[in-house]
Nanobody
């Protein structure tokens, strides 16, 4: 069973930046799509960004132009660079392997503990 460990969250002021990292166990990391998701207090989990096997990326409209997802297959990691953060970006951020369409929110692995991001002045 693949284990996911997210890190890099914290408290940041509006307009600031954070870089999240997700480490995945297992030897097939380079053969799967990976995505970042987030869940804000009192809201359902939503997808943020996905990076496909070939490197193509897709972003939710709410983060387009501000966030960048990337992967390092040699290290089994997928990162999320977040710039120009807004209070509405406050959430717990998770990574996982999407299954089917991104909109279905179906994932392949058990959820990790996530990493908390708080954007506040």
């Amino acid at each position: 069973q693949v284990q996911l460990v997210e890190s890099g969250g914290g408290l940041v002021q509006p307009g600031g930046s954070l870089r999240l990292s997700c480490a995945a166990s297992g030897s097939l990391f380079s053969r799967v799509n990976m995505a970042w998701y987030r869940q804000a207090p009192g809201k359902q989990r939503e997808y943020v960004a996905v990076v496909f096997i070939g490197g193509t990326t897709i972003y939710a409209d709410s983060v387009k132009g501000r966030f960048t997802i990337s992967r390092d297959n040699a290290k089994n990691t997928v990162d999320l660079q977040m710039n120009n953060l807004k209070p509405e970006d406050t959430a717990v951020y998770y990574c996982n392997r999407p299954v089917g369409t991104i909109a279905s929110m179906q994932v392949s692995y058990s959820w990790g503990q996530g990493t908390h991001v708080t954007v506040s002045s």
